[in-house]
């Protein structure tokens, strides 16, 4: 079983390996003039304007400027080019053409006392120019551009962006979930995998085909929009001793057309795309069922008997049932509480009896409480701290944040095969079918771990989504680069509200965001949210299981059955997974496409009317594949909406005989609560 797994991760781990861009003989030579005030370098249809006061950087394609650097202030944060140190912010006052060979510029950058800061270099490959900062003095604490975001152009990417978590740091950031991100704002001092930020990459599209992208697992610190001040800024923190900060950008004749050369272009750290496998498309078929929102801790063996016995009364369609948090003793310890599963031989047999496939939710801490805590240390399982003991306890939330475990080392082989023979006990002990891998954001390793050369901590979310992988995972929660991996990435648990405060919006623009940065297979969180602090009502569960409808995978926790809700919201629950059965095979198509393009299931409307202007405005509709346009509601009492139609010809799925011809608006479509707009592109 082991040499089927290493076998396997050497193909999808080592993906991801750092190597050699394309070679430059793919390029035609680029040219560069300069007058008074500025420099420019011309590349075909591209050029890169630098003016020597560094006032600005603007890259244009051949009709249009694409990206714009340059900010309000010449001597702070927002910057240009701005370095940080201990004294505060600094930038320079002009740069010099150094060196240049073909397709590489080297410029020199200097203060106002004429100081060398730095180096500003510029490489063209394959229409991809990387600008480089090398910080000469090696004393910035910060250092990198500021964009000034172009009126009238809107920016997509970055993935999921709720409320910044970073327990150690104590950096907290409440952050809308936006999918057009000029819409709202975010705050990342470091940017890291988090509670909140838990699956992302540094990757920006912009509506008139660009694309930003920082190949890089470094710490960056980002500021998008503060205050509504139209400004982008991005920096490196080098903590890892970094000289260098390096970004791409390009452009293409329009948005998806900049996602699909970013997909096919080979990087050094993102893996090769796209990654030609996909999820078993059973998991789009029948939706996962959780123990999760409706037990929370005080799920035992009859409590799951019963869950699965009402959800096949109530004829509802099922494929896993997931035993969540509390169905162990202690916390590492990966074994059934026998309190609470007194048999849980005979329960599983049950469930696998009636059809359903049954897994286990599992964390990567080990508490020090457990008993297989000291046999982790023997095994050297886990991280550790850098000049201090091992190992380094670390704070979660099953540890009231304190530092009272162990976080399993996956950089190694020690960590990985401990950790997986304990999965490998659960399959052959009880035939467990899989798992829901919780956690795994850099967030939870400590402030200084003790590292492998080469090994940063925001790679700690893809070895572990890759270890997961090989041992049974259905699900994971957090990734940076994990884009070639056929596998689950679960929203962030969603409060059971509305809006895009991580509340039903949310689940939308979160989809939207994390497929545009190159994950298609996306499971929302649980149909009606976690019920942390508030309880879902009938309309919030009926509009939130509208729309899960038409995405990839569903989830459920919460029962449609449940006592306090009234019959009509099992009867509406039941509508729309027969309308659901209609569309599978579409959406299993869809899956395969995305298995062989990247392309998103769930896409925003400019992706299928590239041409549209107006479609690169809306966050709030999207497409289903190529095929159905879907118009949720999602504002609390709302019974119609405004919709935009692009070019073309949509049938109402509700009334076949009404037939939309876009591009047109209709403020007020009619949205009973049973009802989501939704239509069939018929041309």
């Known amino acids: 079983m082991r040499l089927g797994k290493v076998i396997f991760i050497t193909l999808i781990i080592f993906g991801c390996s750092v190597r050699d861009y394309k070679g430059v ?25 630098i003016s020597k006061d560094l006032s600005f950087i603007i890259f244009s394609d051949s009709n249009r400027d694409v990206w714009k650097f340059g ?6 944060e927002f910057s240009t080019i701005s370095f940080k140190n201990k004294e505060g912010y600094t930038s320079p006052d002009r740069l010099s053409l150094f060196y240049k060979t073909d397709n590489r510029y080297e410029f020199v950058l200097y203060d106002k006392e004429e100081k060398i800061l730095g180096k500003f270099i510029v490489r063209i490959n ?20 500021t964009l000034n975001l172009i009126d009238g152009v809107f920016h997509y990417g970055m993935g999921e ?44 599209f912009n509506s008139r085909g660009g694309c930003l992208f920082v190949d890089s697992y470094s710490y960056l610190d980002l500021s998008f929009n503060r205050d509504k001040n139209r400004l982008f800024k991005i920096h490196i923190v080098p903590e890892f001793g970094e000289r260098d900060f390096e970004i791409a950008i390009f452009s293409a004749p329009n948005t998806r057309n900049a996602f699909e050369k970013w997909v096919s272009s ?39 008997k019963e869950f699965a016995d009402n959800i096949m009364g109530n004829d509802l369609p099922i494929s896993f049932l997931e035993i969540d948090d509390r169905w162990t003793t202690k916390y590492g310890d990966l074994d059934f509480d026998p309190d609470k599963f007194p048999d849980p031989e005979s329960l599983i047999n049950y469930l696998h009896n009636s059809g359903i496939k049954v897994s286990l939710w599992v964390p990567p801490f080990v508490n020090q409480d457990a008993e297989s805590f000291e046999d982790g240390i023997k095994r050297k399982a886990f991280i550790a701290a850098y000049n201090s003991r091992y190992p380094a306890l670390v704070g979660w939330w099953n540890s009231g944040n304190l530092p009272n475990a162990g976080l399993i080392d996956v950089f190694s082989e020690n960590g990985r095969e401990w950790f997986g023979s304990k999965i490998d006990y659960l399959i052959e002990k009880y035939g467990i079918d899989g798992f829901k891998y919780d956690a795994g954001e850099s967030q939870f390793l400590p402030l200084k771990p003790r590292l492998p050369d080469g090994i940063y901590p925001n790679m700690y979310s893809d070895y572990y989504a890759r270890w997961g992988l090989l041992n049974k995972g259905v699900e994971m929660r957090s990734g940076y680069f994990s884009q070639n991996l056929p596998i689950l990435f679960r929203q962030f648990d969603k409060a059971s509200h509305w809006g895009f405060n991580n509340g039903l919006a949310s689940v939308m623009t979160q989809i939207l965001s994390m497929g545009i940065i190159g994950y298609p297979y996306v499971l929302p969180d649980m149909i009606g949210g976690n019920e942390y602090l508030s309880k879902a009502s009938e309309e919030l569960f009926i509009r939130w299981v509208e729309l899960n409808t038409y995405m990839p995978y569903m989830q459920f926790s919460i029962p449609p059955f449940r006592d306090s809700y009234s019959e009509d919201v099992l009867k509406i629950t039941k509508k729309y997974l027969k309308m659901r059965e209609k569309i599978i095979p579409y959406i299993i198509e869809g899956a395969k496409e995305s298995s062989l393009t990247q392309m998103p299931i769930n896409r925003p409307l400019f992706f299928e009317f590239p041409d549209d202007q107006v479609a690169y405005q809306i966050e709030d509709q999207f497409m289903l594949y190529n095929k159905y346009l879907v118009a949720p509601v999602i504002v609390e009492g709302i019974r119609e909406r405004k919709i935009y139609f692009p070019s073309g010809k949509f049938r109402s799925i509700h009334n076949p005989l009404e037939i939309i011809n876009g591009p047109i608006y209709i403020e007020k479509y009619p949205a009973p609560l049973d009802i989501i707009p939704v239509f069939e592109r018929i041309e």
């Open 25 to 49: 003989d793919q390029m035609p030579l680029c040219s560069i003039s300069e007058n008074k005030d500025n420099f420019s370098i011309i590349c075909k249809m591209n050029r890169l304007s």
């Open 71 to 76: 900010g309000n202030d010449p001597y702070s």
């Open 126 to 145: 394959d229409d991809i120019f990387f600008l480089n900062i090398t910080n000469e003095s090696g004393e910035a604490n910060r250092f990198g551009f």
């Open 161 to 204: 962006l709720t409320d910044e978590n970073d327990i150690w740091r104590k950096l907290y950031h409440p952050t809308e979930q936006h999918f057009v991100l000029d819409n709202g704002s975010f705050e990342r001092p470091y940017l890291q995998t988090d509670e909140g930020t838990d699956v992302i990459s540094p990757l920006i």
């Open 266 to 304: 080979r990087w050094r750290n993102r893996p090769d795309l796209p990654l030609n496998f996909r999820p078993s498309d059973d998991l789009i078929k029948k939706p996962i069922w959780t123990t999760w929102a409706l037990y929370k801790w005080s799920v035992d063996q009859n409590k799951v």
